[in-house]
């Protein structure tokens, strides 16, 4: 059964600094790949897809790159509104989450 | 634009059956698309459950086989879900979602709880 990794847990970043979060798949799932965000009580939120194709009316300060089993989402200068928790989701087999990033304030 | 929305009891009773359905709107569920099922208990990560394609073929979570069903009703254009024999570790937002075309799309999810 495919498993994604994510890590950090938790990352501390400041207002206007850079975040990068890392999903590594247990065996490739090619440029299969999507980012979410997710805030309380709200249902995920498509940031990416392919991988490093950003999803309508996504802000280019988020960015994703990566494939077959290494991916990282970069946040070029996070905003107060992008403090949440991250998930990646592999689509190329089933559908598979990582255990999500939750980007928290410094 | 991509619409679903998913209704269902909030309670089920331990060893009872949970029932959830997905009203899609904005696609035909006879078209292309796998319409999925996602779970969430409160505080922790996404579970992908299981999913049914068009053609009403099934691939379901391994360690979930034995107690799920997802099923499709074309003439009212939803999918649902029944999970049974549920325990508290069953207590979770239950999201339906889908891929379409290059995009994915939730549903805001409905929270079912199991207690007695």
């Known amino acids: 059964e495919m498993v994604m990794t994510q890590s950090p847990a938790t990352l501390s970043v400041s207002p206007g600094e850079r975040a990068t979060l890392s999903c590594r798949a247990s065996?490739?799932?090619?440029?299969?790949l999507a980012w979410y965000q997710q805030k309380p009580g709200q249902a995920p939120r498509l940031l990416i897809h392919s991988a490093s194709t950003r999803a309508t009316g996504i802000p280019a300060r988020f960015s994703g790159s990566g494939s077959e089993t290494e991916f990282t989402l970069t946040i070029s200068s996070l905003q107060s509104e992008d403090f949440a928790v991250y998930y990646c989701q592999q689509y190329n087999n089933w559908w598979t989450f990582g255990q999500g990033t939750k980007v928290e304030i410094k | 634009q991509v619409q679903l929305q998913e209704s269902g009891p909030g309670l089920v009773k331990p060893s009872g059956t949970l029932s959830l359905t997905c009203a899609v709107s904005g696609a035909s569920i006879s078209s292309g698309n796998w319409w999925s099922w996602v779970r969430q208990p409160p505080g922790k990560g996404l579970e992908w459950v299981g999913e049914i394609s068009h053609s009403e073929s099934t691939n379901y979570k391994p360690s979930l086989e034995s107690r799920i069903t997802i099923s499709v009703d074309k003439s009212k254009n939803q999918f649902s879900l029944k999970l049974s024999s549920v325990t508290a570790a069953d207590t979770a937002m239950y999201y339906c979602?889908?891929?379409?075309?290059?995009?994915?799309?939730w549903g805001r999810g409905t929270l079912v709880t199991v207690s007695s």
């Open positions: 065996q490739s799932v090619g440029y299969s």
């Open positions: 979602a889908t891929r379409h075309g290059t995009s994915f799309y």
